[in-house]
């Protein structure tokens, strides 16, 4: 008999009995998932998968302080659970004192359905957007146009029991669409990406006829060297740069003078004005169409991130208000050590305060020249002391001349701060969701504006498509 013909709630409640440690968190996560796949205007796969992971965090106490021992499982048997249980707490014996150790959280009200059985996906996600996605094929193929790609949904419950009786529990829906358009030679390429939550959001035909706009705009072809251009970011590429700056703000990095937040001398950047327009960028646990769990979900301590933590109420944060450096992450012990206010990361991100009656489209419209970018991929850190980045343009660089894109122009290399950026951003759109195009097996619940940056420096020129 799997672990799966017991309900979730009474794994985590087998598991708290089962425990002889000082301390113990259960963290179950039930998962399923749903995806489509196509290539050349016709589907190609499909499935369905379903499976079960069991972390175990116990804790023990000692004269030197609380240790921690964690030990993650799937696919693990009912007579497995108990050696399961065994192995955190003879890893907890075996380490040190927790440097982050901390009381686990408190008992509360649990969630109402924390006995209730797990949210579950299946292929009728797809009901409508499968015959719509088929019909784009077909307009795709008298167009000339071979669609690629994938869709994919993925439910997670997640209940979180603790020895103080903690009971809590979230369902996560996540939804990603990847919609790729080549031209029959495969000399021009343009991709569109969607996150959503139930895929009812989802309008295949606009996406087909989007890429169908970008393939023209690609048949002619503008040759451009390195250097600093005028460009509009769309809202993914945007995202992708913020959400490493999110990942980067950790409070106590901040304080011991590792990162870009850090205030030469001591101390942080905190209070000081860093972009140039009065945008704020926030989280928010329940925003509307980007909600998610709205306590800590740790399954391992680290960074600003902590098993001591689980259970912790997550609230709404501004990060950056109206322009200025509001809060840094931080876990009760960071906080603890740096005197800055707990601030558990939260699993979306908002950037807002632009124009919200303007499209990218009518920013492109204001452009007397510049370049207007697709996404951004292979994204890495050169500098932690000024955050900046380097990366390459992907799927689609344009010119854009008088208010009109007038061809596709040759990828480049970048070398850029997002802080920096926000610092020099002249205009922002309005706020949409959207997808990080390469931050999206990690991070999926965005929602930014595009913005115009005079000055965004094209470091090298990329041979890649």
Not at 9 to 19: F, K, Q
Not at 316 to 342: C, K, M, N, Q, Y
Not at 383 to 410: F, S
Not at 413 to 435: I, Y
């Amino acid at each position: 008999m799997s672990v799966r013909s017991s309900k979730p709630h009474e794994i985590v409640e087998r598991a708290l009995e089962l425990s002889r440690a000082d301390g113990c968190v259960v963290i179950a996560d039930e998962r399923s998932t749903a995806n489509l796949r196509w290539a050349g205007n016709a589907l190609t796969t499909n499935g369905v998968t379903r499976g079960r992971t069991l972390t175990v965090v116990a804790t023990v106490d000692g004269q030197q302080g609380t240790a921690s021992g964690v030990v993650s499982r799937s696919a693990v048997t009912v007579d497995e659970l108990e050696p399961l249980v065994r192995a955190a707490e003879a890893a907890a014996r075996g380490a040190g004192p927790a440097e982050d150790a901390q009381p686990l959280v408190p008992g509360g009200p649990g969630s109402p359905d924390f006995a209730d059985a797990p949210a579950e996906t299946s292929s009728a996600v797809f009901a409508d957007f499968a015959p719509a996605l088929g019909e784009a094929f077909a307009r795709a193929r008298a167009g000339g146009r071979e669609l690629y790609g994938f869709a994919n949904h993925e439910m997670t419950s997640t209940y979180v029991g603790t020895s103080t009786g903690l009971r809590l529990r979230h369902d996560q829906p996540n939804g990603t669409l990847e919609l790729n358009a080549k031209s029959p030679d495969r000399s021009r390429s343009a991709w569109a990406g969607r996150a959503t939550r139930d895929f009812k959001d989802v309008d295949p035909a606009a996406l087909d006829a989007e890429l169908a706009v970008r393939l023209g705009w690609a048949g002619r072809r503008v040759e451009l060297p390195a250097g600093r251009y005028e460009t509009l970011l769309p809202p993914t590429a945007v995202a992708d740069l913020l959400i490493y700056q999110y990942w980067s703000a950790s409070g106590r990095d901040a304080v011991e003078g590792r990162t870009v937040f850090s205030e030469p001398g001591g101390g942080t950047r905190l209070g000081e004005r860093i972009g140039a327009l009065p945008l704020t960028l926030r989280s928010d646990p329940l925003e509307p169409g980007l909600e998610c769990a709205p306590f800590v979900v740790a399954h391992s301590s680290g960074g600003d991130q902590s098993v001591f933590d689980n259970g912790l109420p997550v609230a709404a944060t501004d990060w950056i208000r109206d322009g200025e450096l509001h809060r840094l992450t931080t876990t009760r012990h960071s906080a603890g050590l740096t005197g800055l206010p707990v601030a558990p990361a939260v699993g979306n991100l908002i950037l807002d305060g632009g124009d919200p009656g303007r499209s990218l489209d009518e920013m492109v419209a204001g452009t007397e020249r510049g370049l207007l970018l697709t996404c951004l991929w292979y994204i890495r850190e050169v500098d932690p002391a000024t955050l900046l980045l380097t990366g390459l343009t992907r799927d689609g660089v344009y010119l854009v001349e008088h208010g009109e894109v007038v061809g596709e122009v040759n990828n480049f290399r970048f070398n850029e701060s997002p802080v920096d950026l926000l610092g020099r951003a002249s205009e922002a759109g309005r706020t949409e969701k959207t997808l990080p195009r390469e931050w999206g097996d990690w991070f999926t619940r965005a929602a930014t504006p595009a913005l115009r940056v005079p000055d965004f420096n094209m470091s090298s020129v990329s041979q890649g498509v």
